[in-house]
């Protein structure tokens, strides 16, 4: 497949989410090949930004909901010692539950 931007021929090709064209490594972003399609991607949600209406900026077509527990995992999974905490403290509600 040829590239959009720059015309060589690419083996295995980038698609742009927004324009929808192939391009090669070099130009696979939307910044390097100047895309159309992300303009108007961010004047859509310029508009709603106006409009009030929640804004999320994600790429994908998926856009996926954050659990109330995430934070909470988050937080525990960049601090070892956290883990250790939790850890003792689940083994002390059993001990406390089992007597």
Same mark, same amino acid.
């Given at each position: 497949m +040829?590239?959009?931007?720059?015309? +060589?021929? %690419?083996?295995?090709? /980038?698609?742009?989410?927004f324009?929808?064209?192939?391009f090669?490594? @070099?130009h696979?972003?939307?910044? %390097?090949? %100047?895309? *159309? =399609?992300?303009?108007? /991607?961010?004047?859509?949600?310029? @508009?709603?930004?106006?409009?009030g ?6 790429y *994908?077509?998926?856009?996926? @909901? &954050?659990?109330?527990? @995430?934070?909470?995992? &988050?937080?525990?999974? *960049? ?5 250790? =905490?939790v /850890?003792l ?11």
């Open positions: +040829t590239c959009y931007a720059c015309e +060589t021929n %690419d083996p295995m090709p /980038f698609t742009c989410k324009c929808k064209h192939e090669c490594a @070099e696979r972003l939307p910044e %390097d090949h %100047d895309c *159309s =399609g992300l303009q108007v /991607f961010k004047q859509k949600k310029q @508009e709603e930004l106006r409009k209406k929640k804004v999320s900026i994600i *994908s077509k998926k856009v996926r @909901e &954050q659990k109330w527990y @995430e934070p909470l995992k &988050q937080k525990i999974e *960049s601090n070892p010692n956290l883990y250790i =905490g /850890f403290l689940a083994l002390l509600l059993i001990m406390l539950l089992t007597f």
